[in-house]
């Protein structure tokens, strides 16, 4: 192996050509100081492409490169992270924790963990931790192949996304970045420094296929974001313009009660509008996933109870009007495209239809679904169209790789769900029958059926109580509680 290194392939060129003959002169092969300053260089730049950064700016170091090792302080420091993750999810940490949104800018997922989510969305620790310790295997000075096999795809799949992207549906290229992910799980399966890093107990989130799986999404589309995200830079345009000719409307004329707490609804719409900062599909179905539960939250509190469909929809209709996030088509089909099919049927998956719906109906909206008289919906349509079109047009996108218009073979994921059915249902005195909006698909996969309390660990808790709270709510909904 070590013949194939450039400076001892050289030497072997040489003495075979020579056949043996003599020794070869000094100058011909590297001095060991120049062959160190290149392999520091070429190391130095690998670990700059896997953390995506320039020059001046470090991360935060993870726990498993903290000098505590597998000691018991390590695992306190992890369960002091689910503390916090688990306090601020109840809504009872300090103020000075919660994220808020600030920057028009993009936010990588390394930028969140450098500023520990000081200006962004709650992230899982495990998330947390599984990505930091992908990265952690990548920079490392055995891990150079793999790194290599990553910019190889990631090269090739930007070359024939340029050529085809016109050609083939989007879900072509989604399943070429899942199938891409399901051979590099199988090539660090294999991997002598991954074997021994999870033998040393380095790597205890990431060895777990699930979250292995998600950080390597997350890493992937982080890197292919700027090639594949503005695909639709026309339709965000238009879809923006739509929205914003909307801004007339107002709680009434969507028959929302809960009005009275004014800041609390503008901070879910400055999140929803902060929505397009984050690169990878995770990120934005978080993003989605929290507006709709702090949304949900506020509802409950107005009206004392879980809200139903038919009060969560205009709500959630409200707050895209309000917040108009940028780049909203593309988001949808961003999210449709490149996040792995199984997440779509999850908690965060059954929120995104909602936004598709209600993106759906904005776009198709009229005076026959709104409290508002046709005369009075026709003026305040009339009045902030002029108003959008004497602004400049907007232009959300930078570098963009444009297709005006969707191909007939685009594939759609999800048909959008019927907010005007259930508006008509709310009218006429039916909504109790609408299902509440807080229930998930019944799709699901329990990850605990079979295992012992000892087989349990700390980082467990999350899921085991989300699909506690998953049970409890299919049991509701049956009438078996």
């Given at each position: 192996m070590l013949t194939s290194l450039p400076w001892n392939r050289r030497g072997t060129e040489l003495s075979g050509a020579r056949g043996g003959e003599g020794t070869m002169s000094p100058h011909a092969l590297l001095t060991t100081e120049r062959r160190d300053e290149l392999l520091h260089v070429a190391r130095t730049k690998r670990i700059s492409w896997v953390e995506g950064m320039g020059i001046g700016r470090k991360r935060r170091p993870s726990a498993s490169h903290r000098s505590h090792g597998n000691s018991a302080v390590l695992e306190c420091v992890k369960c002091a992270e689910e503390m916090i993750h688990f306090m601020e999810a109840l809504e009872i940490a300090p103020a000075t924790t919660r994220e808020t949104t600030t920057s028009t800018g993009t936010i990588s997922i390394l930028d969140e963990i450098a500023h520990n989510n000081g200006e962004s969305l709650l992230m899982d620790p495990a998330f947390r931790r599984a990505y930091n310790q992908l990265l952690d295997v990548l920079k490392h000075a055995e891990a150079a192949d793999l790194v290599h096999t990553i910019q190889t795809f990631l090269k090739s799949f930007q070359e024939k996304y340029a050529m085809d992207m016109t050609k083939r549906p989007a879900s072509h290229f989604g399943?070429?970045?899942?199938?891409?992910?399901?051979?590099?799980?199988?090539?660090?399966?294999?991997?002598?420094?991954?074997?021994?890093?999870?033998?040393?107990?380095?790597?205890?989130e990431l060895k777990d296929p699930e979250w292995q799986r998600e950080v390597l999404e997350a890493f992937l589309m982080e890197k292919l974001h700027a090639t594949v995200f503005h695909q639709y830079q026309t339709m965000d345009n238009e879809l923006h313009d739509r929205i914003a000719s909307l801004s007339f409307l107002s709680f009434e004329h969507l028959d929302i009660t809960a009005t009275s707490d004014l800041p609390r609804w503008q901070v879910i719409e400055k999140k929803l509008a902060a929505l397009s900062r984050y690169l990878s599909p995770r990120r934005q179905m978080t993003c989605i996933l929290h507006v709709c539960q702090e949304l949900t939250h506020l509802l409950r509190a107005h009206h004392g109870r879980y809200p139903g469909a038919d009060e969560f929809l205009p709500a959630l209709i409200y707050t895209i009007l309000k917040a108009n996030p940028p780049n909203l088509h593309s988001i949808v089909h961003y999210i449709q495209t490149y996040r792995h099919p199984s997440k779509l049927l999850s908690e965060p998956g059954y929120f995104f239809t909602h936004i598709v719906s209600s993106v759906s109906f904005l776009e198709q909206l009229d005076d026959s679904g709104l409290t508002i008289t046709p005369e009075e919906f026709q003026a305040g349509l009339a009045a902030t169209t002029q108003s959008v079109s004497e602004e400049a047009p907007?232009?959300?996108?930078?570098?963009?790789?444009?297709?005006?218009?969707?191909?007939?073979?685009?594939?759609?994921?999800?048909?959008?769900?019927?907010i005007l059915d259930v508006r008509a249902r709310r009218v006429e005195g039916l909504a109790q029958h609408v299902t509440p909006v807080v229930m998930v698909p019944t799709v699901v996969n329990p990850s605990f059926v079979g295992k012992t309390a000892d087989e349990l660990r700390v980082n467990d808790i999350p899921k085991l109580l989300d699909e506690y709270k998953l049970l409890h709510r299919l049991c509701r909904k049956n009438g078996e509680v």
């Open positions: 399943e070429k970045v899942h199938l891409f992910i399901t051979h590099l799980m199988h090539l660090m399966q294999s991997s002598a420094l991954v074997q021994r890093m999870e033998r040393l107990k380095l790597i205890d907007v232009n959300f996108a930078n570098n963009v790789l444009q297709v005006e218009e969707p191909t007939e073979t685009e594939d759609v994921q999800f048909r959008p769900l019927s």
